[in-house]
């Protein structure tokens, strides 16, 4: 009985530890953000970002770099992700005790060399969309596309 009982044990160990494995390899690399998307009432607000914004991703680690005027500011995140849920979940934590970030949880899509990340203030999004009036600055869509090698 406890030989069963410590099989399954290792095996629910296992299946946990390998959660995110194949997505944390497709995300491994740098993302420069290309555009951020939000709702206002009278419309959806859309800004292509033409400064030097970036995520630098390995493993279970991210870096948020902004470079600006030759100045630049990196914040550092512990990384996870559920793909299991639908849409596939992440969670950063910010790193650095100085700052005042919390913790963000939010939903991505990765589809080749394009990453969409998606969080509310309140709650976790469902989809990926931002719509006019409903979620007047609450969701924010980020897009990102794979920096070359």
């Known amino acids: ?3 069963r009982v410590l099989t399954v044990c290792l095996a629910s160990l296992l299946v946990a530890s390998s959660l995110g494995a194949d997505d944390k390899d497709k995300l491994k690399g740098t993302w420069k953000l290309t555009e951020v998307k939000w709702a206002e009432k009278d419309g959806v607000t859309t800004i292509v970002v033409t400064s030097k914004s970036y995520l630098i ?3 279970d680690q991210m870096i948020q770099r902004f470079e600006d005027k030759g100045k630049v500011t990196e914040t550092k995140y512990k990384l996870t992700l ?3 849920k639908k849409p596939p979940v992440y969670e950063r ?3 650095d005790d100085k700052t005042k970030e919390k913790t963000t949880t939010g939903i991505y899509s990765i589809d080749g060399n394009k990453l969409l990340m998606c969080s509310k203030k309140k709650g976790l999004p469902t989809d990926f969309t931002i719509t006019q009036g409903k979620d007047v600055k609450d969701k924010y ?3 990102y596309k794979r920096e070359k090698k």
């Open 93 to 95: 934590k910010p790193l």
């Open 57 to 59: 991703i390995d493993g």
């Open 82 to 84: 559920d793909p299991s």
């Open 1 to 3: 009985m406890s030989t």
């Open 141 to 143: 869509l980020y897009v």
